[in-house]
């Protein structure tokens, strides 16, 4: 790595700061669109394409971008459509985003520039992230620096390899918290509980969740991470050795450096490695209050989605906006409760449809009644009252054995017909026999059956007969 400062090998390498300069104006997003377009185009022809061709891209970009307004610098006076492209063509080759290179023929052929598309992809990767993932790179080091024998044998080429896997380890935390707080983002601006509950189910548990999160926590990186970095710092560095045969290795690699440089490169790998290890369970603890930040932001979220979904959900809305603005960056203090004035929140009339009918009423919980003792001797008058009542219930019961104690009663033998209006019942108990008698008659335990007559002909209304008081649709009654 050479020992220039970043900021002049980076602008020596773009040719200057308007390699920058055209994505930090306000017209940054036509200069993306128009861009990832140009290298799209480019990346699909290897030999680069026709200045009209460009031309052609970039005017399709300004027409969707019809309000982009381009500084004097940008753009000299206003002209057609085709006239524009021209001149923003013209543009992105200063800023060295194009080339053109000259050639011997009449053609002219657009190159995009090789930093250009790393910058587009970089760009891209931001704008559309992968989802988050965590591997076992940072416990593989862990067994890596654990393994006596390989460490003997390779101790250069090992420690190299933990380097790469913990710096690729440490990206994947980084990209699990940016992915958790991307995600508390979308949540906040959900609209409607079905987006919340998307958010939650839908993305978030799929793609952190059920994945990297519990990879993370299945890792037990908490326990194995302190031993690993007490290792390199107590065994590794005190074995002179191992130091040895590690400073040797960089020497074979790089004649050209001096022993003492090697040893350097040697300690300066060690101590990257211990200060990414010690990175490790920070961003870990720092996954975890994003985790739970999000699901405590998702909780709340669902309650004022559910609390502001109705015909009042527009004044709600407003309201709480209004107060977000007013009180952007504030907290309210008990002590000084200054509030700005806020719109009027008007309750909506109260009506219940079905009357307070339909409001819970809580059961009345009474004391309970002390049960006084039964006398333990019975006279013969209460055991006499006791059979009466008995007899009366199972007399009056509404039963099988009822209805055939009355079927039995009709005169005539097994098969006998007796029509409706040729019942004779008791006063007494006219109706409750009836209702026995039709209510069991298709029982198992009937001894009868009925015989109605508007079953074989249903085109004509039946007679009805009067059964003491009672009117009640012709019938027969056969015995079985």
């Not at 923003?88 to 053609?107: A, G, M, Y």
């Not at 990414?276 to 961003?283: G, I, K, R, S, T």
């Amino acid at each position: 790595m050479s020992n220039d400062r970043f900021s002049s090998a980076l602008f020596k390498e773009t040719r200057g700061p308007a390699f920058f300069r055209i994505l930090a104006g306000k017209n940054a997003p036509f200069y993306v669109d128009a861009l990832s377009a140009l290298e799209r185009e480019a990346t699909d022809s290897t030999e680069g394409i026709s200045r009209e061709v460009a031309i052609g891209l970039i005017e399709e970009t300004l027409e969707a971008h019809p309000g982009v307004e381009f500084e004097p610098d940008e753009l000299a006076e206003s002209r057609d459509l085709r006239e524009k492209a021209r001149n923003l063509l013209d543009v992105f080759i200063k800023s060295h985003w194009l080339e053109e290179p000259p050639r011997r023929d009449w053609r002219r052929v657009i190159l995009f520039d090789a930093h250009g598309a790393t910058m587009i992809a970089a760009l891209k990767k931001i704008a559309w992230p992968d989802a988050a993932v965590f591997t076992d790179k940072i416990t593989g080091v862990c067994s890596m620096l654990a393994d006596d024998a390989s460490l003997a044998e390779q101790p250069w080429q090992t420690i190299e390899n933990c380097l790469a896997n913990v710096r690729d380890g440490v990206n994947e935390l980084r990209s699990m918290q940016k992915s958790v707080q991307r995600h508390t983002r979308r949540q906040l601006e959900e609209e409607t509980i079905q987006g919340n509950l998307s958010v939650v189910f839908d993305e978030y548990t799929d793609q952190i969740s059920h994945s990297c999160y519990a990879a993370l926590v299945r890792s037990r990186l908490p326990i194995r991470l302190p031993d690993t970095v007490e290792r390199i710092a107590g065994h590794i560095y005190n074995d002179a050795a191992m130091i040895n045969a590690m400073q040797e290795e960089v020497m074979k690699r790089f004649p050209e450096i001096t022993a003492d440089s090697a040893r350097s490169r040697v300690h300066a790998a060690l101590d990257e490695l211990i200060e990414l290890l010690e990175l490790v369970l920070p961003m870990a603890d720092e996954v975890d209050r994003r985790t739970a930040d999000f699901t405590r932001r998702s909780l709340a979220r669902f309650r004022y989605l559910q609390d502001v979904t109705g015909e009042r959900r527009t004044e709600l809305k407003s309201f709480f906006e209004v107060v977000n603005q007013s009180l952007s960056g504030r907290k309210l203090q008990q002590s000084n409760p200054s509030l700005p004035e806020l719109p009027q929140l008007l309750l909506p009339t109260v009506k219940l449809p079905a009357g307070l009918d339909t409001l819970y009423s809580p059961p009345n919980r009474r004391p309970p009644l002390e049960q006084g003792a039964f006398e333990d001797e019975v006279s013969d008058a209460d055991r006499e009252s006791g059979l009466d009542d008995m007899q009366r219930t199972i007399r009056d019961s509404l039963s099988v054995a009822r209805a055939n104690r009355l079927a039995a009663a009709l005169p005539g033998g097994k098969g006998t017909r007796i029509e409706s209006d040729a019942l004779e019942l008791p006063e007494d108990a006219a109706a409750g026999d009836l209702i026995a008698l039709l209510l069991h008659a298709e029982a198992p335990d009937a001894r009868y059956r009925l015989d109605v007559s508007r079953v074989a002909d249903e085109n004509q209304s039946p007679p009805v007969d009067t059964i003491s008081t009672t009117h009640v649709e012709r019938f027969a009654v056969i015995k079985k």
